[in-house]
């Protein structure tokens, strides 16, 4: 079975640029997650999808990102404009209801983002 | 809001050494409790899961034990390997499904 795919694996942009992390669950999973990890914060949630639909996002740092899932095999996490600060390995993760497994989470391998 | 605190690394140890990372919570239910591990390039993977109090998570020689009186899910194992080296995320799923990480420490093993 595959597991979750993210693309791209790295990007290197500049500040200011339109930056677009993919991701791809795995089939049947009805939980998406995004987080972010560096080495001052460690993994940070940023927002999670419930079929499809957006139930927390209160770890958004600001409107400069966004997150979408338009259907239940697709979840993008832009970020416009970017900023060094930003730099970072962004996790997706998905998993299925707790009331049918113990929930735990699959991880995508990360997108590695560097923006100068 | 719910939270998980985990001690700070870097850990060192010899190999065969026992192992301790301590981890506790705070949530309000109760939430389910999780152990992963991430190895050098890659994503978090599960190492080991409690759902209920009392519950022993076990997997590849580590255990942790759900303990609601102390709130904590400490990480243990009797004898480590050099290959054990990762850094090592306590969490918790809540009640609204949320999952929360710990910082994370990275473990090194010596031969």
Redesign the interface.
Known sequence: DAG?IQSPRHEVTEMGQEVTLRCKPISGHD?L?W?RQTMM???E?LI?F?NNVP??DSGMPEDRFSAKMPNASFSTLKIQPSEPRDSAVY?C?S?S??GVT?????????SRLTVL | GDSVTQMEGPVTLSEEAFLTINCTYTATGYP?L?W?VQYPG?????LL?A?KADDKGSNKGFEATYRKETTSFHLEKGSVQVSDSAVY?C?L?NR?????????TRLHILP
Do not use: C, H, M
């Open positions: 979750v939980y997650f987080y914060r460690g993994l949630l999670y419930n139930i927390d996790f993760a998993s209801s707790p113990t929930g735990e989470l699959f991880f995508g391998e990360g | 389910s999780f992963y890659e994503g978090l993977q599960l899961k759902t995320f969490a799923r609204d499904d949320k999952i929360i990480f710990g910082k994370g």
